[in-house]
């Protein structure tokens, strides 16, 4: 969220300025060309020794003052050994001069404070000082435990003055658990399920104090599992009342209703579904089950008919991109003839809907999604609707990156294209099998750049046959952190927008989609992030909820390899420049391979046990958020220089995706969501944050690929 005042321009001006001519040029990223700087992987990210303020510096170093005048003499690394107060433990670094940061337990904090510096034509060295990190409890959420084995995790806290000393308090049954007050480690078994609030108190040497809530859980030896089978049909006019069920995983549970179907509601809580028809149709409802540590998904359908339904299956059966398309829709009951309309959504042009049910046209080249609804109607006046799907996607996916190749399927569209169960498939890549088993998807490493490799699908169905089902051509594109060229070079970045839906129309950086949230982040640094139309998207957010923004990379991939896969990141800023008044607008995040299959990484808040939220602390956002740091300006594809929000695809528990291409941002708005615990999501309703319209809610920068 964009929100600049004139009052501290200057302050920008100045990080920009000593950025620009005392670091050697260095700034990160610049708007011209969208160009990043050169990575410096040969920096140790490590550090265990803390800084004090101006009376000592790092390794016997003079103070920081005599370092800001060595600094502005020209000697660029002059900083690079200090670190804020109260952190020791660092696990990335990134930044130069005055916007260096430091992370430490998963949040980015700014090394220097600047908040006293009040002129860009005489500085003072004497109004920079080192940031004094206030105390709070960085990871509050134990992952659950498994009943009859000992179950261990260690609180951990950044700020203040260490030592620190813990105590918790449990609220419920829940023996055989204690906390160790010196170290935060919090150990105990129990022989039975356990789903209890939690409250966990810090205090430091210098006796400031924080807190945080969680829930302590002891989960079954069973899986997650949703246990509903069908749904029951509907009547018109009377009230809708379900109560889904679950078994295993680890309460609570936190059910969501990810089909936008309109009457319907779900209690997150309890699972309970309703909802009244007032005409007939069908319902295609996919609800998702979550737990604190995974989540599982399952479609339903329930019909309402007076005597007339349609027959046909949705989704429609796929079609190929550049192939030719056709079908005609079914009913039965009523009173022939019947006549077809398009009640809602989009039906796409290419394939138009006639009075008699039929479709049919020449599919474009290009891979598509649509979804909309449709209306029959008899010849005694009786209706019925029901919602389709109809994706344009290639029977086999491939798409390059660095010396690799992702590709994948999928078995529903096989089975319903060839009309047989699939128990298997084949690929292979130039003649020569690469892969025989069940799976849905692959990376095929050490690709030669510039080699176009020719890959076949065979698919091996349940009558004991094996059926060429799908062929496909892919060049390996040089890769390079400027942006792609299609056909010709691509880049670690996101490449396309899918859809983009803001709450309000004409927000800020709207018209300037796709091109301000795709290709490299513009991210200035620390003390400057970009808040111009051309740089940023706002999602917005309101108390109602948030936008959102689908990201499809094209040409390359999002691999599930080694620690995080990819960074997002967005213009999260200090309210002038002073390190601990930070802005955040908070985002949730979700990955897929194909659309309509998403995993969302789990997320937790923390709200404080006592007292209210503080937003300008980042450890309120505990867990799982966009939103939460900002970017150093340093390489977007090292998540231990680059700052931002970094994710890792095993975090969202699709143990079966080896690589993704589609990530969606979900601004949360104030609460509207929950996370993966059930606790609402709250959001800072600062600066008109929450007016759903304009520059409110997250604001897009970019994202980029991590492992590709």
């Not at 006293?116 to 435990?145: C, H, R, Y």
């Not at 003839?337 to 474009?364: F, K, N, R």
């Not at 292979?428 to 490799?453: K, M, P």
């Not at 691509?490 to 859809?499: E, K, L, M, T």
Request: aromatic share 8%; with cysteine; net charge negative.
């Amino acid at each position: 969220m964009p929100r600049f005042r004139s009052t501290s321009s200057s302050l920008f001006a100045l990080a920009l300025l000593l950025a620009l001519v005392i670091a050697g040029g260095f700034v990160g990223f610049h708007s011209g060309g969208r160009s990043v700087a050169p990575a410096h992987h040969g920096e140790t990210a490590a550090g265990s020794s803390t800084a004090s303020s101006t009376t000592s510096g790092p390794h016997g170093l003079a103070t920081l003052e005599e370092s800001l005048r060595r600094f502005l003499a020209g000697e660029e690394d002059a900083l690079n050994g200090f670190l804020p107060k109260g952190v020791s433990d660092v696990s990335g670094m990134g930044g130069r001069g005055l916007n260096r940061q430091v992370r430490s337990h998963g949040l980015w904090f700014p090394v220097f404070d600047l908040s006293k510096v009040t002129s860009t034509e005489v500085f003072d060295p004497t109004a920079v000082s080192l940031n004094s990190v206030p105390l709070m409890i960085t990871n509050p959420q134990p992952d659950p435990g498994m009943i009859h084995q000992t179950m261990t995790h260690r609180f951990s806290a950044v700020g203040g003055t260490a030592p620190y000393r813990w105590s918790m308090q449990i609220q419920g049954e829940a023996p055989g658990f204690s906390l160790n007050d010196t170290t935060g480690d919090l150990s105990g078994l129990s022989d039975t399920e356990l789903s209890v609030p939690l409250s966990i108190y810090v205090t430091d040497s210098a006796g400031h104090t924080a807190s945080a809530t969680a829930t302590l859980a002891v989960a079954s030896a069973k899986a997650l599992t949703l246990l509903t089978a069908d749904l029951p049909g509907g009547t018109l006019g009377q009230p809708y009342t379900f109560s889904l069920s679950a078994e295993g995983g680890a309460q609570p549970y936190t059910w969501r209703l990810e089909t936008q179907s309109a009457g319907w509601l779900c209690d997150p809580a309890t699972g309970a579904l309703s909802a009244t028809f007032t005409e007939p149709g069908d319902h295609n409802l996919t609800i998702t089950l979550s737990d604190l540590e995974s989540s599982v998904q399952k479609s339903f359908h329930v019909r309402v008919t007076e005597g007339l339904e349609i027959t046909t299956e949705s989704p429609l059966p796929p079609a190929a991109p550049g192939a030719g398309y056709s079908g005609r829709f079914e009913a039965m009951g009523g009173t022939p003839p019947y006549q077809w309309t398009v009640a809602a959504g989009q039906i796409p042009a290419w394939c138009p809907l006639l009075p008699d049910g039929s479709m049919g046209g020449a599919v474009p080249a290009s891979e598509a999604f649509y979804e909309f609804t449709i209306l029959v109607t008899d010849s005694a006046g009786l209706t019925f609707k029901k919602p389709f799907e109809l994706s344009v996607s290639q029977g086999l996916l491939a798409i390059p990156s660095l010396n690799k190749a992702g590709l994948a399927w999928q078995f529903t569209s096989m089975s319903r294209t060839l009309g047989s169960g699939i128990t298997g498939v084949s690929l292979t890549r130039n003649g020569a099998e690469i892969y025989r088993g069940t799976a849905s998807n692959i990376v095929d490493r050490n690709l030669a750049t510039g080699a176009v490799y020719n890959y076949e699908l065979t698919a091996f169905t349940t009558d004991g046959r094996a059926r060429p089902y799908a062929s496909t051509l892919v060049k390996i594109l040089p890769i390079s952190r400027q942006r792609g060229q299609a056909g010709v070079s691509g880049d670690p970045f996101a490449d396309r927008v899918q859809s983009f839906t803001p709450l309000s129309a004409n927000g800020y950086g709207a018209s300037k989609v796709p091109d301000n949230v795709t290709g490299p982040p513009d991210g200035a640094n620390t003390f400057s992030p970009v808040y111009l139309p051309q740089h940023v998207a706002s999602l917005h957010a309101s108390s109602s909820g948030g936008g959102s923004i689908v990201l499809e990379f094209t040409d390359n991939i999002v691999e599930s390899g080694p620690g995080q896969d990819f960074t997002v990141f967005e213009n999260v800023l200090f309210q002038g420049n002073d390190p601990n008044r930070r802005f955040m607008e908070p985002a949730i995040v979700e990955v897929a391979l194909f659309e309509n299959q998403w995993q969302r990484f789990p997320c937790f808040v923390s709200p404080p046990a006592t007292g209210e939220i503080d937003f300008k602390k980042p450890a309120y956002y505990a867990r799982g958020f966009a939103g939460v740091n900002a970017t150093t300006g340093e390489d977007p594809t090292n998540p231990a220089r680059s700052g931002g929000d970094s994710f890792d695809l095993a975090d969202a528990g699709a143990q079966q995706l080896q690589w993704i291409r589609f990530i969606r941002i979900r601004s949360t708005g104030d609460n509207v969501m929950t996370d993966s615990a059930g606790t609402p999501v709250r959001h800072t309703s600062e600066n008109t944050a929450l007016s759903g319209t304009a520059s409110s809610g997250f604001d897009l920068d970019g994202v980029s690929a991590v492992n590709y």
